[in-house]
Antibody, heavy 120, light 111 residues
Framework: QVQLQQWGAGLLKPSETLSLTCAVY????????WTWVRQPPGKGLEWIGE???????NSNPSLKSRVIISVDTSKNHFSLKLISVTAADTAVYYC??????????????WGQGTLVTVSS | QSALTQPASVSGSPGQSITISCTGT?????????VSWYQQHPGKAPKLMIY???DRPSGVSDRFSGSKSGNTASLTISGLQAEDEADYYC???????????FGTGTKVTVL
């Protein structure tokens, strides 16, 4: 049973860099895409971007210039950095797995979520 | 890339059936059989309920079913139960550079 556990700083000031890491336990790391999704308080879900075990990335054009997604295959970890945050980046951030290498396009499982608040 | 359109809220009595719609375009919902549905209880992570329009993951109740017609996908919950009260989101792969788009979300209330 694959489980995702995520962590990172929960309170940032404007212009700082958001940094989150997601660890994958109990399953294969290769053969999947690993993704980040966020949800502003009281609002819907937004896809941020993804990475596979080889380091190939895709990201939402609306965030692309500020997003850095990386992978550490030795630890079965992947990470998200979002540069120069503003209050609009306040959200719960989730990591999730996408079995897209097999032509499948759904998100399962999900990490527990991390609330990131941007405030001066 | 705009979010897929869902009704803000749907309600029903225990035992009834309800249907949630998810409307997109030919670039997403209508163009691919890659629609998935997620259930989210307050303060919890989303949970996959339906994938590839109609398929249910192991462990998900068969009271949940999915379908699609043209640019609109639907999630039906039969035999509504109190535990089904939650927010529901659809998602689709898209040919745009965004890759994935989510729906606006629907709050299901069990009366």
């Amino acid at each position: 049973q694959v489980q995702l556990q995520q962590w990172g700083a929960g309170l940032l000031k404007p212009s700082e860099t958001l940094s989150l890491t997601c660890a994958v336990y109990g399953g294969s790391f290769s053969g999947y895409y690993w993704t980040w999704v966020r949800q502003p308080p009281g609002k819907g879900l937004e896809w941020i971007g993804e990475i596979n075990h080889s380091g190939s990335t895709n990201s939402n054009p609306s965030l692309k210039s500020r997003v850095i997604i990386s992978v550490d295959t030795s630890k079965n970890h992947f990470s998200l950095k979002l540069i120069s945050v503003t209050a609009a980046d306040t959200a719960v951030y989730y990591c999730a797995r996408v079995p897209r290498n097999n032509g499948n396009n759904w998100f399962d499982p999900w990490g527990q979520g991390t609330l990131v608040t941007v405030s001066s | 890339q705009s979010a897929l359109t869902q009704p803000a809220s749907v309600s029903g009595s225990p035992g009834q059936s309800i249907t949630i719609s998810c409307t997109g375009t030919s670039s997403d919902v209508g163009g691919y059989n890659y629609v998935s549905w997620y259930q989210q209880h307050p303060g919890k992570a989303p949970k996959l309920m339906i994938y590839d329009v109609t398929d249910r993951p192991s462990g998900v109740s068969d009271r949940f079913s999915g379908s699609k017609s043209g640019n609109t996908a639907s999630l039906t919950i039969s035999g509504l139960q109190a535990e089904d009260e939650a927010d529901y989101y659809c998602s689709s792969y898209t040919s745009s550079s965004t890759l994935y788009v989510f729906g606006t979300g629907t709050k299901v209330t069990v009366l």
